[in-house]
Structure formats: structure tokens, C-alpha cells
């Protein structure tokens, strides 16, 4: 059994883009089909005994700038215990297609300002995963190229937010890119930044171990 930092009446959020989001506002549970619905199920295998109230307030297609327009409906109003945000590599393609207010300062600024309201609003404690480009070179055309040139100064921001907020830090890219230099993308997901059942099964394992005691 894992030992875990929930307790009895926390309210989790999952926040973030299309890869939080998967579905589901179109599901009856409101959870969607990833990652995020698959953490409360393997919580209840190991915990049953543990009442929590889990959200999934994620968008497609959302960005910083995006989250910064419903955050007190989506996340100030659910006042969370806890909270997951991935985010990120929406605000990079749109750096990279020109919107000069999605660049890295921007994202710091932003994430920082969103936690900020969060931990004062509720005391929420949060979990940072990196945002993530799978894909491995030398098979990777120009445009791949580019984000992962990029990717890293996004990630170095949500590090220091980490550190910042003594949050704990899931390694998404690194991680991913020592699963799939092994086996392949494929393992993961059918292109760079959705991943299938399994990969979001890897997403789900990882977000569990960020919770142990």
C-alpha cells in the first residue's frame, strides 16, 4: 500500500490544456479519459477508505493567458487542497507562431501570479509537472527541432516555481524522453504532445508517486 499526503476531505484539482482536459466535458463524470481520471481510481485501489473530492478543470488548447481569465471560477471558487497543473506547451507553439505575450516571461509571470492567488485563497499545496515535447532526434523535422530548443526555458521556469512554492515536481519531459530513447514514441504517444492510454497511464503513475508521504 502506498502511504499517501491526502487525508480525509481534500479537494484535488487537475488543472491545465487538452492533455488535463481529454474529454471531459463530455463525460458524465466531468474527469475526462486521461490521466486525470485514471489518479482517483488508482487512489481508491490502494486507499478505499479515503473520502477526497477530485476536479478536472482543464481546456484544450488552453494557455497561461487562458487560465488567467477563468481562474476564479476554475480554481479560486473549488478552493483546492491540492492542485496539478501542466502547462505550457500551448503558450510555446504560440511564442513560435509570433504572440510575443506567450513568450517565457510572460509564462513566468503569469504561473507565478496564478499560484500566488491559490495558496492564498486555500493554503493549496501544488504539484508541477514539466510541460512535455515527446519526440527523438534525428527524426525530428524543423518544427520539432525548434520547440525542443525551446521547451527548456519553460521548463527551467516551472522548476523554479517548484522551488519557490515547495511544490512537488514531476520531471515529464526528462522522464519521457529516457522512456521513449528506449522504446520508442510510440510507447507513449502517437505524436509529441498527446499521449494515448498508455502514456497517460505513465502521466497517472507519476502524479501517484508525487503524493506519497
Not at 478543470?57 to 496539478?84: F, H, K, N, Q, V
Amino acid at each position: 500500500m502506498i502511504d499517501l499526503v491526502l487525508k480525509n476531505g481534500d479537494r484535488y484539482l487537475f488543472m491545465g490544456d487538452s492533455i488535463t482536459d481529454c474529454g471531459r466535458r463530455d463525460d458524465p463524470r466531468h474527469m475526462g479519459s486521461g490521466y486525470a481520471a485514471l489518479v482517483p481510481g488508482l487512489i481508491a485501489a490502494e486507499h478505499p477508505e479515503l473520502q477526497l473530492e477530485f476536479s478536472n478543470r482543464g481546456i484544450g488548447g488552453d494557455t497561461l493567458r487562458g487560465l488567467e481569465a477563468r481562474w476564479d471560477e476554475d480554481a479560486l471558487a473549488l478552493r483546492p487542497t491540492w492542485m496539478s497543473m501542466l502547462i505550457g506547451i500551448n503558450d510555446l507553439h504560440c511564442y513560435m507562431n509570433g504572440d510575443e505575450d506567450l513568450g517565457p516571461e510572460q509564462y513566468a509571470a503569469r504561473y507565478e501570479k496564478l499560484l500566488a492567488a491559490t495558496r492564498e485563497a486555500s493554503g493549496c499545496q501544488f504539484i508541477l509537472l514539466e510541460p512535455f515535447y515527446y519526440t527523438v532526434p534525428p527524426g525530428a523535422d524543423e518544427h520539432q527541432q525548434k520547440v525542443m530548443e525551446l521547451i527548456p526555458q519553460y521548463i527551467a521556469i516551472v522548476h523554479e516555481l517548484a522551488e519557490k512554492f515547495s511544490a512537488r515536481l514531476i520531471r515529464t519531459h526528462e522522464w519521457g524522453q529516457e522512456i521513449i530513447s528506449h522504446h520508442g514514441t510510440e510507447i507513449l504517444c502517437n505524436e509529441p504532445v498527446h499521449p494515448h492510454l498508455t502514456g497517460h497511464a505513465v502521466l497517472a503513475q507519476w502524479v501517484l508517486k508525487a503524493l506519497k508521504a
